[in-house]
């Protein structure tokens, strides 16, 4: 038998065999099998049935190319990439139709001068602080390590549309792992502010920009040294005791920088509630939780108004409390540090697991997002940096299967299972078609979080009704179902 190749499923390819309506070739499994025959006049099922089987991989004859019209391409940036896949031997390129996608470019924007000073300073910084206070001039030799990052990286014509690649930076890397995971939040919290602002105009100056880049850097920088005063566990799954202990360290981290008057009171609120991204506490994973963490800032200033010499520390912890009262309809520093927590956690190494890949540690924030986030910061996330994290390559893609929240007029919310038409460099903004609605398995301890969906309680529509969400707010990626991680149900509903 002939050559096979892999098939890309480029959007335009997609585009062009739904608009043709045809399958003008046989289409091949990696083992030499017909899984769609050529059909002249296909039925729009029939085409559908085709996308469903593009992620297991499908191929076709070298012969065929010109009916594809398939030019045979070598990418230079992809050396690795075989343009030619024999049977029973498929070599698939990562991103091989993903690096140019949309006006994104594959600039890297870090050097590794930029990961090797934050690595030295960070170093020196957590030993100093896990073995005595913390000093000012540490502080602010970090504040200009953070300013000149944040210039070298705001200065490229590429910054916003270039890779954000501290993964690969930071691979092979010898760091602790509190240090790693730390780089990897500094340089993702400023992608993401940087690009956000940019995106929205919601800024008067680039003074402005740097100003607030370099407060929440600074916030990263910071965030997480409360840990060094606890006893982590170190084990996969947490009981709810151990969840809850687990929630102090906000609280610590902004004890251990209390007494830093460089430190200003806008990076130490951003400390304190950079695990509060929502406004309240109800169906939320939010700590610590309002209360106890009003009560610990009382407690504080009760203890040092006792002491006329700490008035400068009396003066922030009022501020906090102030900061704390006010009812900001979003928190975007806290958001941002989060989702940025949440990603640099996923792709390090810990006691009790590998790090999962940049891709897959996407995806696994959607799902943890339904309860953890707003829905503006994932979109933002997704949108603006999560493709720059990945190398450039789709976190999903045509033919993948979500679930989407959907919010009526009245708040009341609907889970809907739908399929990925089209996709692009927007990957909050999708062209899906409603498979039908669905109930979520939920679960509430140690945290609340969805863990999938429950099959037998879909109810399709007759319809298949299609949707824009770049024109649609009310409905939002909450849940991805990636058929390598997800192989059974993936299965189960391509069947359906």
């Not at 953070?146 to 890397?173: T, Y």
């Not at 009262?325 to 941002?336: F, P, V």
């Not at 033919?399 to 990957?427: H, M, P, W």
Request: some cysteine; charged content about 30%.
């Amino acid at each position: 038998m002939a050559e096979l190749r892999l098939f890309e499923f480029t959007d335009e390819i997609v585009n062009r065999l739904r608009a043709e309506k045809c399958i003008p070739v046989d289409f091949y499994n990696k083992d030499g099998q017909v899984l769609i025959g050529k059909i002249d006049n296909a039925s729009q099922e029939r085409i559908e049935k085709l996308f469903h089987f593009m992620h297991l991989g499908i191929y076709y004859r070298d012969e065929d190319s010109e009916k594809l019209g398939i030019k045979t391409r070598k990418k230079d940036y992809d050396t690795d990439f075989t343009d030619t896949v024999p049977v029973n031997q498929p070599k698939v390129s990562s991103a091989i139709n993903d690096v140019r996608l949309e006006g994104l470019t594959d600039t890297r924007l870090l050097a590794d001068m930029h990961v090797e000073e934050m690595n030295a300073r960070t170093s020196e910084l957590f030993e100093q602080l896990k073995n005595s206070t913390l000093k000012s001039a540490l502080t602010k030799a970090s504040r200009q390590m953070m300013d000149s990052i944040f210039k070298d990286f705001n200065s490229q014509p590429d910054a916003m549309v270039g890779l954000v690649n501290v993964l690969e930076l930071m691979k092979g890397r010898i760091s602790a792992h509190d240090v790693a995971k730390t780089i990897k939040r500094v340089v993702t919290a400023m992608a993401l502010k940087t690009r956000g602002m940019r995106m929205f105009q919601n800024y008067n100056s680039e003074q402005e920009v740097k100003n607030s880049t370099s407060d929440l850097m600074m916030s990263a920088l910071f965030c997480d040294v409360g840990y060094f005063k606890m006893e982590v566990p170190v084990s996969k799954t947490l009981s709810t005791n151990q969840m809850n202990y687990m929630k102090n360290h906000p609280i610590l981290s902004y004890l251990m920088i209390i007494h830093d008057l460089s430190l200003g009171s806008r990076v130490k609120y951003n400390v304190l509630t950079h695990h509060r991204p929502y406004n309240t506490d109800n169906n939320a994973n939010n700590y610590p939780s309002s209360k106890s963490l009003f009560d610990q800032l009382n407690n504080l200033h009760d203890k040092f108004s006792r002491d006329p010499e700490r008035r400068p520390i009396l003066d922030d912890i009022e501020k906090q409390m102030e900061l704390f009262k006010r009812d900001d309809l979003y928190k975007e520093d806290a958001n941002i540090l989060a989702v940025s927590s949440e990603f640099a956690s996923l792709t390090s190494d810990t006691e009790w697991r590998k790090a999962f890949s940049s891709r897959r540690a996407v995806q696994m924030i959607i799902n943890n997002s339904y309860y953890t986030y707003p829905m503006r910061i994932v979109r933002e996330f997704l949108d603006y940096v999560s493709l720059s994290l990945c190398n450039n390559e789709k976190i999903m893609r045509p033919g993948d299967y979500i679930i989407v929240s959907n919010t009526t007029a009245s708040r009341k919310v609907f889970f809907e299972l739908c399929r990925i038409d089209t996709i692009g460099r927007y990957q909050s903004r999708p062209y899906i078609v409603r498979i039908g609605s669905v109930d979520m398995e939920q679960q509430s301890d140690p945290k609340l979080r969805l863990e999938g969906l429950k099959i037998s309680s879909l109810r399709k529509d007759p319809r298949k009704a299609h949707y824009d969400l770049s024109n649609d707010d009310s409905k939002n990626i909450i849940y991805t179902i990636d058929p390598d991680y997800d192989k059974q149900l993936y299965h189960e509903i391509a069947a359906l």
